[in-house]
């Protein structure tokens, strides 16, 4: 077995999650309804062999990240963290301490749901990777931007282990 992430299986996830989570949240104002949305939207992503954690609902038996979902005889294939509170007052000291916990996850593809600004994520993404040792080339970072709507980039390592800042560039696509 083969690690997947690649920018076609990042994009595809993408496409997957940002047509879906919107429609299963139904425009709600509540964050748990839109952490439900997104652990519903991955329910419904996983292939065959693949199992979502937590196994019943969001929010229950989290460990470390939101959701993650794991191909049996290979480990995690999809890790994710989603924070939906920011437009609501809390900003980038809730949203370093998420990806800060999604960063030591390993997982093909490690996917950062938030709502926010660009410029709160450059403050927070390029210092937590440019210092983190154990990048792989095995793993892609996907984040989804919301502001009405999903603002998608994706990122993977070139090599193992340290990053300079400047090699850390998320590439938006649509």
């Given at each position: 077995?083969?690690?997947?992430?690649?920018?076609?299986?990042?994009?595809?996830?993408?496409?997957?999650?940002?047509?879906?989570?919107?429609?299963?949240?139904?425009?709600?104002?509540?964050?748990?309804?839109?952490?439900?949305?997104?652990?519903?939207?991955?329910?419904?992503?996983?292939?065959?062999?693949?199992?979502?954690?937590?196994?019943?609902?969001?929010?229950?038996?989290?460990?470390?990240?939101?959701?993650?979902?794991?191909q049996?005889?290979?480990?995690?294939?999809?890790?994710?963290?989603?924070?939906?509170?920011?437009?609501?007052?809390?900003?980038?000291?809730?949203?370093?301490?998420?990806?800060?916990?999604?960063?030591?996850?390993?997982?093909?593809?490690?996917?950062?749901?938030?709502?926010?600004?660009?410029?709160?994520?450059?403050?927070?993404?390029?210092?937590y990777?440019?210092?983190?040792?154990?990048?792989?080339?095995q793993?892609?970072?996907?984040?989804?931007?919301?502001?009405?709507?999903?603002?998608?980039?994706?990122?993977?390592?070139?090599?193992?282990?340290?990053?300079?800042?400047?090699?850390?560039?998320?590439?938006?696509?649509?």
């Open positions: 077995m083969t690690s997947i992430a690649t920018k076609v299986d990042v994009v595809e996830l993408a496409h997957h999650l940002s047509s879906r989570i919107p429609k299963l949240a139904h425009e709600a104002r509540s964050t748990g309804h839109w952490t439900e949305a997104v652990y519903k939207a991955f329910v419904e992503y996983k292939k065959d062999g693949w199992k979502v954690y937590p196994e019943t609902k969001a929010k229950k038996g989290e460990y470390l990240c939101d959701f993650m979902l794991f049996d005889g290979y480990g995690p294939r999809v890790a994710c963290e989603s924070q939906w509170w920011h437009s609501w007052g809390e900003h980038e000291k809730k949203l370093e301490w998420s990806f800060d916990k999604l960063v030591g996850v390993k997982a093909d593809i490690k996917v950062f749901i938030y709502e926010g600004d660009q410029e709160q994520w450059e403050t927070i993404c390029k210092p990777l440019a210092d983190y040792a154990l990048l792989s080339p793993e892609a970072f996907l984040t989804m931007r919301f502001d009405k709507g999903f603002h998608c980039s994706w990122w993977k390592p070139s090599r193992p282990g340290v990053h300079e800042a400047n090699e850390i560039v998320f590439e938006p696509f649509d």
